[in-house]
């Protein structure tokens, strides 16, 4: 699921993405370098954590990549875990999310819920 993940960011539809930075516990470093590999990806960042965390830490990393990246970027966090059966539609809505951020300087959260796997 994450080589589709990351594939789901080439089909953006109005969206402009940078290569992803990629946060993963320490011991799926091999894997998730691998599976970038095979698909043609590589990724900007790949940051490892020592052991899998929540949601938080990576969102505070994500904020200090695109800080130092682009002060006026987005952050858009994806989990690995999730299937996604409309793409376009996505897209349409982080599409959404973006332009009423960039109106009123707000934090968006985009809930997404999930049939299977999942990590809890």
């Not at 992803?20 to 960042?45: E, F, R, W, Y």
């Not at 990549?65 to 690995?80: R, T």
Request: proline share 5%; with cysteine; charged share 20%.
């Amino acid at each position: 699921m994450l080589q589709e993940t990351i594939m789901r960011m080439h089909d953006t539809g109005s969206c402009t993405v940078a290569a992803p930075s990629i946060i993963c516990a320490k011991n799926h470093a091999d894997i998730i370098t691998t599976q970038a590999k095979d698909i043609g990806v590589t990724p900007l960042h790949i940051i490892l954590e020592p052991m899998g965390r929540n949601t938080a830490p990576v969102a505070a990393i994500a904020t200090e990549i695109i800080n130092n990246y682009d002060p006026n970027g987005l952050i858009l966090l994806l989990d690995a875990d999730h299937y996604i059966e409309d793409i376009a539609e996505f897209w349409r809505c982080v599409a959404r999310a973006a332009n009423i951020e960039r109106l009123y300087k707000h934090i968006k959260s985009v809930k997404m819920g999930r049939e299977h796997p999942h990590s809890r």
